[in-house]
T-cell receptor
Framework: DGGITQSPKYLFRKEGQNVTLSCEQN?????MYWYRQDPGQGLRLIYY???????QKGDIAEGYSVSREKKESFPLTVTSAQKNPTAFYLC?????????????FGSGTQLSVL | GESVGLHLPTLSVQEGDNSIINCAYS??????FIWYKQESGKGPQFIID?????DKRQGQRVTVLLNKTVKHLSLQIAATQPGDSAVYFC?????????????FGKGTLLTVNP
């Protein structure tokens, strides 16, 4: 059953705590992305990775960090420096053979602050 | 249709009517566009895509129109059904250095009244 899996579905963070959101894909996609979505808003790009061991900042990278040690995995850490972390986080992946390849999304992680 | 701003544009239609959702993009170098549907609490799902060398593409009950002259994209849904109620996003592939990234519009909330 191919796809992209995010976990957990719901996550709570205490003040000053770092939390890590998991994203795994078995689609053999080179590129992976993290987006943040606030209520009633569009998707904003946090980080993306075109290939293993390489990643670039998106439009709102401050307070976040990522790693890409394996092709299948692209975890996102929300650090204590992110002062407004409550949002819906979406991970996505796509192939890079051509420019016209679709982005496939996970089901999202809702992060809330306790 | 979609527009720049803090609030999500909304479109309300009667069941059985046709819906038209609009999207303006800004980068003339974009050569690939995608429409996504997002239901509440879920990740976006692919609906239909179009390359910049086309001006129209049809799917099942959906049609995408592209006007590169005015940088405008539209999604037409025929015989709209209650299950079509969701937020609809357009996305464009934008060159980013030697890579590409997807940029999303703000989204339009479609409500179908029975």
């Amino acid at each position: 059953d191919g796809g992209i899996t995010q976990s957990p579905k719901y996550l709570f963070r205490k003040e000053g705590q770092n939390v890590t959101l998991s994203c795994e894909q078995n689609l053999n996609h080179d590129a992976m992305y993290w987006y943040r979505q606030d209520p009633g808003q569009g998707l904003r790009l946090i980080y993306y990775s075109q290939i293993v061991n390489d990643f670039q900042k998106g439009d709102i990278a401050e307070g976040y960090s990522v790693s890409r040690e394996k092709k299948e995995s692209f975890p996102l850490t929300v650090t204590s420096a992110q002062k407004n972390p409550t949002a819906f986080y979406l991970c996505a992946s796509r192939g890079t053979e051509t420019t016209n390849e679709k982005l496939f999304f996970g089901s999202g992680t809702q992060l809330s602050v306790l | 249709g979609e527009s720049v701003g803090l609030h999500l544009p909304t479109l309300s239609v009667q069941e059985g009517d046709n819906s038209i959702i609009n999207c303006a993009y800004s980068n003339s170098a974009s050569d690939y566009f995608i429409w996504y549907k997002q239901e509440s609490g879920k990740g976006p799902q692919f609906i239909i895509d179009i390359r910049s060398n086309m001006d129209k593409r049809q799917g099942q009950r959906v049609t995408v129109l592209l006007n590169k002259t005015v940088k405008h994209l539209s999604l037409q849904i025929a015989a709209t059904q209650p299950g079509d109620s969701a937020v609809y996003f357009c996305a464009e592939i934008v060159p980013h250095g030697s890579n590409y990234k997807l940029t999303f519009g703000k989204g339009t909330l479609l409500t179908v009244n029975p």
